[in-house]
């Protein structure tokens, strides 16, 4: 029989904003990663560890992985965003935060320098796409147009002479980890008291 533990027991939410920029730095990565070579080793199959020794495939996989962790931490920013407006009384104070937030986790990822104009491109995108979100009502991870997606497509090292018809799939396993970033954030922090945090005067 399963008991329930005690009130007392339980790990209470975090209202902690690092804790909380932490979580989606994962999350940005995890959501690029976690799709391109899932869909990747499962399209090659028994051939998926031999072309990890092929250096013509490896480079472009890199390529892949890095362009789209760029445009999925962007992605995740936004979600943060939308999941926090609606606990937020002034929901403009919620973008230079999470922008913030966002910008950190690129910074410190190790972007290869052939990529490092492009991520100087997406730090520089996330206010203004931010602030055009605010725009329109929240989306919740089911809805919010996600720009990884056009990123993923472009850059798989998978002809797309050989994946067609498996579009839906692809963007399917993206939007799945994308629901499944902000569940983690419904488990694991407070909504209120963080986009009260955010909005707080630096001391």
Same mark, same amino acid.
């Given at each position: 029989?399963?008991?329930? #533990? ?6 209470? $939410? *975090? ?7 932490? &979580?989606?730095?994962? +999350? ?5 990663? $976690? ?7 499962? $399209?090659?199959?028994?051939? =998926?560890?031999?072309?990890? *020794? ?11 992985? =890095?362009?789209?962790? #760029?445009?999925? !931490? ?8 939308? =999941? @926090? ?7 403009? &104070?919620?973008?230079? %935060? ?13 972007? %290869?320098? !052939? ?13 203004? +796409? ?7 009502? %929240?989306? +919740? &991870?089911? /809805?919010?147009?996600?720009? *990884?997606?056009?990123?993923?497509? /472009?850059? @798989?090292?998978?002809?797309? /002479?050989?994946? $067609? ?8 396993? @993206?939007?799945?980890?994308?629901? *499944?970033? /902000? !569940?983690? #954030?419904? +488990? ?12 707080? %005067? @630096?001391?």
């Amino acid at each position: 029989m399963i008991v329930a #533990l005690p009130r007392l027991f339980r790990r209470g $939410k *975090s209202a902690d904003p690092a804790a909380f920029g932490t &979580s989606l730095a994962r +999350r940005g990565a995890h959501l690029a990663q $976690k799709t391109v070579l899932d869909y990747c080793a499962v $399209k090659l199959g028994v051939n =998926w560890h031999a072309a990890l *020794s092929d250096p013509a495939f490896t480079r472009l996989l890199a390529v892949c992985r =890095w362009r789209t962790y #760029l445009a999925a !931490q962007a992605d995740v920013a936004a979600m943060a965003e939308a =999941w @926090l407006r609606p606990h937020a009384s002034v929901p403009a &104070s919620l973008i230079g %935060p999470i922008a913030a937030l966002a910008e950190l986790a690129i910074r410190t990822a190790g972007v %290869p320098e !052939q990529h490092r104009a492009e991520a100087e491109a997406a730090i520089e995108a996330l206010p203004g +796409r931010l602030a055009r979100l605010q725009l329109g009502p %929240p989306h +919740r &991870s089911t /809805e919010l147009p996600l720009e *990884s997606a056009a990123v993923l497509l /472009e850059t @798989l090292p998978i002809h797309p /002479e050989l994946r $067609k018809g498996e579009t839906g799939s692809i963007l399917g396993a @993206l939007r799945m980890h994308l629901v *499944s970033a /902000e !569940q983690d #954030l419904e +488990r694991g922090f407070d909504p209120a008291p963080l986009a009260a945090a955010f909005a707080a %005067p @630096l001391p």
